[in-house]
């Protein structure tokens, strides 16, 4: 096992699109293996996706767990489904609805966080690297790491979907009106 | 980005005020370019028909190079121009870990009741935005504020209820960041 170079951007490599998996075998899971340990070498993360370390394949790690565990033992309750450990290769967002801004920071954008929308809740259909296929539903906080993480396999940063905090305000008060 | 590199070179904080017009953001970068100055972080906003920029700019020349660098612009726009050697560093933001939005009647002493309610209860204030909203007639005060809870969030729940109390419409928010 290895931990595996991030990349950090500007590095373009980071904006291209990562295609299929389509052999199921032992190195995509050795190479799964040391994406979780990079993932779990490197700073506190609810996620990393295989184009971060520059494979460019579609396979994300999301697990919220940790997370949620640490928000806990301080008393904070963050809204969110919890899958445990997800390991998704050629993940596919089946279903999405509603839409609630939050803040994202990104292990390939070091030093700047902002505000993101994204859908509340999703349907998710993914195979696992035995190539098995299965259907997660999954909402807030492990929602929005699903769709960070499934972003990167199109060469999209947090940084292509920032809303100002005055925008986010107005579509609040807009709301309540 | 950087073609600044030496030793010597210095952050300066660039404050410009002047009535809004087209082309002050682009023709006063243009010049701070072409004197070979860097842009750290920025803040430029309208306020009340005026523009307003606050720079961190580097620059290894000195105070009155750089002065000089914007001079003719500043001039041809009627932009005045304040610069402060500062002691600054990139790449060390803290990062907020809760959002609380405040709208109320505006009323005197509104901003000062809030952000002196919210330091007594340890919170370190890193933005800060407000605008008057509403109509002369019944002007609406509205203030976002981000910030670092240095005592955590109980204080600061209980010092927000108090404001809710007065009047004053309040939403907290705990800013859970993600990273991946
Ligand atoms: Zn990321």
Same mark, same amino acid.
């Given at each position: 096992?290895?931990?595996?170079?991030?990349?950090?951007?500007?590095?373009?490599?980071? &904006? &291209?699109?990562?295609?299929?998996?389509?052999?199921?075998?032992?190195?995509?899971?050795?190479?799964?293996?040391?994406l979780q340990e990079t993932m779990d070498g490197g700073p506190p993360s609810v996620g990393i996706a295989a184009p971060q370390v520059n494979r460019f394949q579609r396979i994300v790690i999301v697990d919220v767990s940790g997370m949620l565990a640490q928000a806990k033992q301080r008393k904070r309750r963050i809204k969110s489904s919890n899958n445990g450990r997800l390991c998704l290769v050629n993940p596919k967002i089946t279903r999405a609805e509603g839409q609630v801004s939050g803040r994202e920071g990104c292990l390939s954008v070091p030093d700047y966080t902002g505000n993101v929308l994204r859908a509340s809740r999703i349907t998710l259909f993914a195979q696992n690297t035995e190539g098995e296929a299965r259907e997660y539903e999954c909402s807030g906080f492990e929602a929005r790491a699903v769709q960070h993480e499934l972003d990167h396999l199109d060469g999209l940063l947090f940084l292509d979907r920032l809303v100002s905090s005055n925008e986010l305000f107005r579509r609040q008060v807009y709301k309540l009106t | 980005m950087n073609p600044v590199s030496s030793v010597s070179s210095q952050w300066y904080m660039l404050t410009v005020i002047g009535n809004d017009q087209p082309g002050i953001v682009a023709r006063l970068t243009a010049a701070l370019f072409q004197a070979g100055v860097n842009l750290g972080e920025t803040s430029m906003i309208r306020l009340g028909g005026n523009f307003t920029i606050m720079m961190m700019v580097q620059s290894n020349n000195g105070m009155d190079k750089l002065q000089s660098a914007i001079a003719d612009t500043a001039e041809s726009l009627s932009l005045r121009v304040h610069i402060d050697p500062i002691e600054a560093h990139l790449h060390s933001h803290l990062m907020p870990d809760v959002e609380i939005t405040v709208y109320g $009647?505006?009323?005197?002493?509104?901003?000062?009741?809030?952000?002196?309610?919210?330091?007594? $209860?340890?919170?370190?204030?890193?933005?800060?935005?407000?605008?008057? $909203?509403?109509?002369?007639?019944?002007?609406?005060?509205?203030?976002?504020?981000?910030?670092h809870a240095t005592r955590g969030m109980e204080p600061l729940e209980q010092a927000l209820s108090k404001l809710k109390n007065r009047g004053i419409e309040v939403t907290f928010t705990p800013i859970d960041t993600l990273m991946g």
């Open positions: 096992m290895s931990v595996l170079e991030v990349l950090t951007y500007p590095d373009v490599r980071l &904006k &291209k699109r990562s295609e299929e998996v389509s052999q199921f075998d032992d190195d995509l899971r050795q190479f799964v293996a040391d | $009647a505006d009323r005197a002493g509104i901003v000062a009741e809030v952000t002196g309610a919210l330091f007594d $209860a340890g919170l370190n204030i890193l933005d800060l935005n407000s605008d008057v $909203a509403g109509t002369e007639a019944k002007p609406v005060y509205i203030m976002i504020i981000e910030g």
